[in-house]
């Protein structure tokens, strides 16, 4: 191999790049410089306390926060530079890139499952109704909701929500999907049922970024974790390394305090 | 006392008329109006702009801390004396159109409210611009929730109309002052007119279940 070949990158293109993230409310700082880097196909975990900070980088990331300083690169765009005001092209364009599966759903009581799903794609993307419901029909069947397309959510329990929530974001087709604490609102025993189909997506190959606290899911599916704590990333890693062999005290300190609650 | 039934007979339907060609239509334009403007209001309330926010607080503050009367005879009987004649229709319309908007719009701001964020935040996810995210997810669920206070509103303003009647306007009790003053009858007519305004609100306290079940079907119970 001569020297000026170019080197194949070894790994893919990054699907999203964020710098220095910075939020504060009032005096409260929420995010202090995070950076984060997701490749196509990959799983990032967020683990850390609550109000480390977590899920104010999902927020961000999907505009409904915005940061006062920091960078968010996407391949494709939008780039945008939070030091300067982000006008709502640049707002919708973020949005554009993810869709996000929140921790209490947040389904649309008025409408039935089905158009809890196709509303986006018909009324947002243009997506013709036949299509929109065809596609809904199927994402709907293959996490075993079909037969609830007309309930209204006030029928369905919790698990049920939140798969239908999970629907909502993925018939949106984004690049990425954000995942807010998606099993925390659910009882202990509805939880698998969430995390088997997010499973299914990660194997499937989508992008994904989770903040949880459900570690043994990070485990299997991540390949990479990150520690918030108070702003900053702490730690990252892959997660055999995170989970096991924790370089920083803080994460050690917050991995013993969750896995052993009653030490 | 004897009760005159036939003078009963006789002048329901006059009573009657004037509330169908008066106390009704008067009503139904007037809320009509009031709503789209209260809608305004409410949002000039929860805007992000504070010249906004101030101009729709102070018009809710103008509304309900004038009388009523005090409204429709500043529009009728001021205005032309600075050179702004308004018909008695009209001028009647007007006012009760700003005074629904001024009560209105607080049920309105507080039946907004009443909708958890998270709602505009799926309505964002999906990526619905604020608009859509108002009209498709917020306006709907919040319509349900002000049904019962709106409905004090609408039955109240049937009842306002009776002011119209000071103004010129013929509805339904302009005509039974009418027929009183004839006939001396004060006590039969006017009790007259009161039990139609009874029955017109009996029948919209009606109307009201039937709205509110239609808006609760997806609910749980």
Not at chain 2, 100 to 121: D, F, H, K, T
Request: charged letters at 15%; hydrophobic letters at 45%.
């Amino acid at each position: 191999m001569s020297p000026t070949e170019p080197t194949l990158p070894a790994e893919p293109a990054p699907l999203l790049e964020v710098r220095g993230l910075r939020k504060s409310f009032g005096d409260h700082h929420v995010l202090r410089s995070i950076d984060l880097t997701v490749r196509r196909g990959e799983v990032v975990t967020i683990i850390g306390p609550s109000g480390s900070g977590k899920t104010t980088v999902l927020r961000a990331l999907n505009g409904l926060e915005t940061p006062d300083g920091g960078e968010i690169l996407f391949d494709g765009g939008p780039d945008i530079d939070f030091q300067y005001p982000v006008g709502s092209t640049h707002r919708y364009a973020l949005r554009n890139r993810s869709a996000m599966v929140f921790q209490t759903y947040n389904l649309f009581p008025n409408k039935t499952v089905l158009q809890n799903v196709t509303e986006g794609p018909i009324r947002v993307k243009g997506t013709p109704k036949d299509v929109a419901v065809a596609e809904a029909e199927a994402l709907l069947d293959r996490v075993g909701l079909l037969e609830k397309r007309d309930a209204y959510p006030f029928q369905l329990s919790g698990g049920q929500s939140q798969r239908v929530g999970i629907v909502r974001a993925l018939a949106l087709k984004p690049d990425l999907l954000l995942f807010d604490e998606p099993t925390s609102a659910l009882d202990p025993e509805l939880v698998g049922e969430v995390l088997q189909v997010m499973g299914e997506l990660a194997a499937e190959g989508w992008t994904m970024i989770v903040v949880t606290h459900e570690l043994s899911f990070a485990r299997q599916v991540s390949d990479e974790v990150l520690f918030i704590d108070g702003g900053v990333v702490v730690e990252r890693g892959a997660p055999a390394q995170i989970f096991t062999a924790p370089t920083q005290p803080r994460t050690a300190q917050f991995l013993d305090r969750l896995l052993r609650p009653f030490h | 006392m004897s009760v005159d039934w036939e003078l009963f007979a006789s002048s329901f339907w006059p009573i009657l008329q004037g509330a169908i060609i008066g106390t009704i239509p008067l009503t139904l334009l007037s809320f009509t109006f009031g709503l789209f403007l209260a809608l305004g209001i409410a949002l000039m309330r929860l805007s992000h702009s504070r010249v906004l926010r101030s101009i729709g607080w102070f018009y809710v503050s103008v509304i309900r801390g004038t009388p009523l009367l005090v409204q429709l005879f500043f529009i009728f009987y001021a205005l032309p004396n600075l050179g702004l004649l308004v018909d008695p229709w009209p001028s009647a319309v007007l006012a009760f159109s700003l005074n629904v908007g001024g009560y209105a719009a607080e049920v309105i701001r507080a039946a907004i409210l009443s909708v958890p964020r998270g709602q505009w935040e799926a309505g964002y996810t999906i990526g619905y611009s604020d608009t859509q995210t108002l009209w498709r997810v917020i306006l709907p669920q919040a319509g349900r929730v002000s049904v019962p206070p709106l409905s004090n509103t609408f039955i109240s303003l049937v009842k306002d109309t009776s002011l119209a009647s000071v103004v010129l306007v013929t509805e339904l009790f302009r005509v039974a002052r009418q027929i009183a003053t004839f006939t001396s009858e004060f006590v039969l007519i006017y009790l007259e007119a009161a039990l139609i305004y009874w029955l017109i609100c009996l029948a919209l306290g009606g109307l009201q279940g039937v709205l509110e079940k239609r808006l609760s079907r997806y609910v749980a119970h």
